[in-house]
T-cell receptor
Framework: DQQVKQNSPSLSVQEGRISILNCDYTNSMFDYFLWYKKYPAEGPTFLISISSIKDKNEDGRFTVFLNKSAKHLSLHIVPSQPGDSAVYFCAASASIQGAQKLVFGQGTRLTINP | ETGVTQTPRHLVMGMTNKKSLKCEQHLGHNAMYWYKQSAKKPLELMFVYSLEERVENNSVPSRFSPECPNSSHLFLHLHTLQPEDSALYLC????????????FGSGTRLTVV
């Protein structure tokens, strides 16, 4: 049973336009949500997070929106740049004895076309 | 060296071999993790260590044996693996009490032949 789902395996966007990546989750106990970006042959790198008590968090070109009633979050990238081409993972966090247990979605491959 | 370092980057092993993956972090974090990434599947949590104590074992077969001798080092000992264990194994670390996510290493690409 997958608790975090990214239903779009890939997304292609024109440079300069907005990229919207979506994620759904099933467990109401998650207290933080995060987005990671992954390039080939590298580990995922942290991009942006949002607490479950907020509905929006913005950092430069990246904004994450959380809709708790729908158990849905999205990542907006605007304007999209060629360097944004990567695989994006959504993750949900639950605390476990001082550590953070992250449950990841399957990832969405974003391609920004010049 | 800073960040999370994993060695080796690539490993090919036979099903009867014993090998170990190593992870080292220099970030002052006190929690460390092993994840497995197989093709077309989400990252799967394998083990969680907090303050050098294992706090989660996510139904991982005993042919995978983790070891956390101190807060900076994490090992994954491998023994009699199967070809379906071939995957990218990622180590990560975090600081307890924060929710800024993990810092990941670059991973070890494991192939079992």
């Amino acid at each position: 049973d997958q608790q975090v789902k990214q239903n779009s395996p890939s997304l292609s966007v024109q440079e300069g336009r907005i990229s919207i990546l979506n994620c759904d989750y099933t467990n109401s106990m998650f207290d933080y949500f995060l987005w990671y970006k992954k390039y080939p042959a590298e580990g995922p790198t942290f991009l942006i997070s949002i607490s479950s008590i907020k509905d929006k968090n913005e950092d430069g070109r990246f904004t994450v929106f959380l809709n708790k009633s729908a158990k849905h979050l999205s990542l907006h990238i605007v304007p999209s740049q060629p360097g944004d081409s990567a695989v994006y993972f959504c993750a949900a966090s639950a605390s476990i004895q001082g550590a953070q247990k992250l449950v990841f979605g399957q990832g969405t491959r974003l391609t920004i076309n010049p | 060296e800073t960040g999370v370092t994993q060695t080796p980057r690539h490993l090919v092993m036979g099903m009867t071999n014993k090998k170990s993956l190593k992870c080292e972090q220099h970030l002052g974090h006190n929690a460390m993790y092993w994840y497995k990434q197989s093709a077309k599947k989400p990252l799967e949590l394998m083990f969680v260590y907090s303050l050098e104590e294992r706090v989660e074992n996510n139904s991982v077969p005993s042919r995978f044996s983790p070891e956390c001798p101190n807060s900076s080092h994490l090992f994954l000992h491998l023994h009699t693996l199967q070809p379906e264990d071939s995957a990218l194994y990622l180590c990560a670390s975090s600081h307890s009490g924060t929710n800024y996510g993990y810092t990941f290493g670059s991973g070890t690409r494991l192939t079992v032949v």
